[in-house]
């Protein structure tokens, strides 16, 4: 079955510090590429995608994303963080079938500290 | 823009009982609605899909006389937990897109926490 790995569950960062986040996807095909974000006691809101073109891409606040297809990896970078951007982050793949499923995987959660 | 709204935030039941839970696209028409459970310390996990009008395509292992959903109108689709169990208790989250295309982007709801008693 399809997966997405995300192998930080935490991570704490003083402000100023750079950011990568890993995110690694089974499966071998074509596949559209997400990074959400949830701020405490908020939604999940989209910070970037990927579905083809340019493998780096660039979202909001700052952040852009990777993707390594041979790697299988779509790792989330920030060269300085926040305090503000202290939250939960899910990397999610669609495995471009025609269909809109997304599969999460389990979430990071960041601490900047001030 | 894309606001995804669901209500209620949070709901505790007994057991046996059914549970109704709401998720409404506000400022734009939903062509697909997404249904996701999440448990503590865990991703979330695709329950089912409904596009308007039509019957949802559940996700292997979601049972569809457990966890009815409805999508009858492009702003509004339900989610019905019937005879809810403790075992049901879970985050509920709903997500909504414009249209059907796998590289639309899904914009979620805040969530709903059932508890059952």
């Known amino acids: 079955a399809q997966s997405v790995s995300q192998h930080n569950h935490h991570v704490i960062l003083s402000e100023a510090a750079s950011l990568e986040l890993g995110c690694n996807y089974s499966y071998g095909g074509t596949v559209n590429l997400f990074w959400y974000v949830q701020y405490p006691g908020q939604h999940l809101q989209l910070l970037l995608k990927y579905f083809s073109g340019d493998p780096l891409v660039k979202g909001i606040k700052g952040f852009e994303a990777e993707f390594i297809k041979s790697k299988f990896s779509f790792n989330l970078r920030k060269p300085s963080v926040q305090w503000s951007d202290t939250a939960e982050y899910f990397c999610a793949v669609n495995m471009n079938t025609g269909f809109q499923k997304l599969v999460f995987g389990t979430g990071t959660r960041l601490l900047v500290s001030p | 823009g894309a606001v995804v709204s669901q209500h209620p935030s949070w709901v505790i039941c007994k057991s046996g009982t059914s549970v109704k839970i709401e998720c409404r696209s506000l400022?734009?028409?939903?062509?697909?609605m997404f249904w996701y459970r999440q448990f503590p310390k865990q991703s979330l996990m695709l329950m089912a899909t409904?596009?308007?009008?039509?019957?949802?395509?559940?996700e292997q292992g979601v049972e569809k006389d457990k966890f009815l959903i409805n999508h009858a109108s492009l702003t509004l689709s339900t989610l019905t937990v019937t005879s809810a169990h403790p075992e049901d208790s879970s985050f509920y989250i709903c997500?909504?897109?414009?249209?059907?295309?796998?590289?639309?982007?899904?914009?979620f709801g805040p969530g709903t926490r059932l508890t059952v008693l």
């Open positions: 409904s596009n308007e009008g039509s019957k949802a395509t559940y």
């Open positions: 997500s909504a897109s414009f249209n059907r295309a796998s590289t639309d982007t899904q914009y």
């Open positions: 400022d734009f028409q939903a062509t697909t």
